[in-house]
C-alpha cells in the first residue's frame, strides 16, 4: 500500500475545546472524494455536538465501515468522566487528549496511517491527567523513542524552526549550544528539501540585541550561535548568520530567506502569529513520522459557539497532505 493510500489522521484534542469544531467545519469545505482519506481519532459524541453546533450536513461513519458518500471516517476512542459540554477544563479531557495521540503514533508508526494532524490540546488539563508534557511536540517525541524534536511553524512567506520552544529565556539562552544550533540548521535543510526547495536559504536568528555588539550586549552569538553555523557552512548548507533578529524576519518575509533559526519561543511566534495567525502550520520536525498542527490553542472561551475559525485547519490539512505525499 503507498503512503499516500493511507488515511491522514485527525486527532481531535481536548474534546472541551474548538477541535471537533475546527475539523468538521474545515473537512464540510472539502470536496467529497477528498473527504475520504481522512480520519479523525476522538469522542463520537462530542463530534456530534459539534456537528449540530456548526449546523453542517455532514456525516460520521466508523472507520474501516462503509459510509455514505462525502461522510467522516471516525475512531472512537472512548474515555469515561468526559463533561459532555464544552469549555470545562477536566482532567479527562486531559487524559482523553493524550490517548488521540498515543493511538494516532501507534497507527502512523506502525504503517497503518500516513501523516498526524493534531487540533489543540489544553497543557493544563494533559497535565492534571498525570502527563506530564510540555505540549504536542514533547509528547509526540517520547511517544516515538526520540531524544529531541524540533518544532516548525509554516506560512506562505515565512517559516521558522526553533532551537528550544517551551522552556524560561534563561535556560533557552543555555541550550543554543553550537551542537543544537547546528542540529537545528540540519533538520530545516532537509526538511525543506523533502518539500521542494533543492538548495534552501536559511538565516539564524541572533541572541542578544545586535547579536552582541562585539560583545557589548552579551557575547553568547558569538561563543554559542557562530560556531554552530560556522559548522553548517563547512556541510556545505546555504546558512547565514547570527543576523539580528529585528531585521532578519522582514527579510525574510521579502523574500530573502526559506527558513529563520529562531533561538527561543517568542522570537519565532510573535512574528509568524503577527503575519499569519490563520494560516501558519505548526510542525514537528526530527521524528519518525509525520505530524503536523493548527497553530492556536482550546479556546475554551468560544467553544461550542460554533465560532471557531477552521482556516487553521484547513492549512493544516493541506500540509499534511504534502507530507504524505513527500515520504510516499
Known amino acids: 500500500m503507498s503512503n499516500q493510500s493511507k488515511p491522514i489522521v485527525i486527532t481531535m484534542g481536548d474534546p472541551s475545546g474548538v477541535g471537533a469544531e475546527v475539523t468538521l467545519k474545515a473537512i464540510a469545505t472539502l470536496p467529497a472524494d477528498r473527504r475520504a482519506q ?5 469522542d463520537r459524541d462530542t463530534l456530534e455536538r459539534a456537528r449540530v453546533v456548526c449546523d453542517l450536513d455532514l456525516g460520521l461513519h466508523a472507520h474501516g465501515e462503509e459510509g455514505a458518500a462525502g461522510s467522516l471516517a471516525v475512531i472512537h476512542e472512548p474515555v469515561e468522566g468526559l463533561p459532555g459540554e464544552f469549555g470545562v477544563l477536566s482532567p479527562a479531557c486531559g487524559e482523553a487528549s493524550f490517548r488521540y495521540i498515543d493511538r494516532a503514533v ?3 508508526s506502525g504503517g497503518e496511517a500516513a501523516c498526524i494532524v493534531t487540533a489543540p490540546i489544553n497543557k493544563a488539563a494533559l497535565n492534571s491527567a498525570g502527563h506530564h508534557y510540555d505540549g504536542h511536540t514533547g509528547m509526540l517525541a517520547h511517544l516515538t523513542g526520540c531524544k529531541s524534536s524540533w518544532m ?3 506560512s506562505p512567506t515565512l517559516n521558522v524552526i526553533h532551537v528550544s520552544t517551551h522552556v524560561s529565556l534563561k535556560d533557552a539562552i543555555d541550550r543554543a549550544t553550537p551542537e543544537r544550533v547546528l542540529e ?7 526538511h525543506l528539501r523533502r518539500m521542494g526547495i533543492e538548495k534552501p536559504r536559511i538565516a539564524v536568528a541572533g541572541i542578544n540585541p545586535h547579536c552582541g555588539e562585539g560583545g557589548l550586549f552579551g557575547n553568547e552569538d558569538d561563543l554559542q550561535v557562530t560556531p554552530g553555523v560556522k559548522a553548517a557552512q563547512e556541510e556545505g548548507i546555504n546558512v547565514v548568520g547570527p543576523i539580528p533578529a529585528d531585521t532578519v524576519y522582514y527579510r525574510a518575509h521579502s523574500g530573502a530567506f526559506d527558513l529563520i533559526v529562531a533561538q527561543y519561543h517568542d522570537q519565532g511566534h510573535i512574528p509568524i502569529k503577527l503575519i499569519a495567525f490563520d494560516t501558519a502550520v505548526n510542525c514537528s520536525l526530527g521524528l519518525p513520522i509525520d505530524r503536523c498542527s493548527v497553530d492556536h490553542g482550546t479556546a475554551f472561551d468560544i467553544a461550542g459557539t460554533g465560532k471557531a475559525n ?3 485547519m484547513l492549512s493544516a490539512l493541506s500540509y499534511a497532505d504534502q507530507l504524505a505525499k ?3
Open 38 to 42: 481522512y480520519a479523525v481519532i476522538g
Open 106 to 108: 501507534k497507527m502512523t
Open 152 to 154: 516548525l511553524l509554516a
Open 184 to 190: 537545528t540548521i540540519r533538520i530545516g535543510h532537509n
Open 310 to 312: 477552521h482556516a487553521n
Open 326 to 328: 513527500a515520504r510516499g
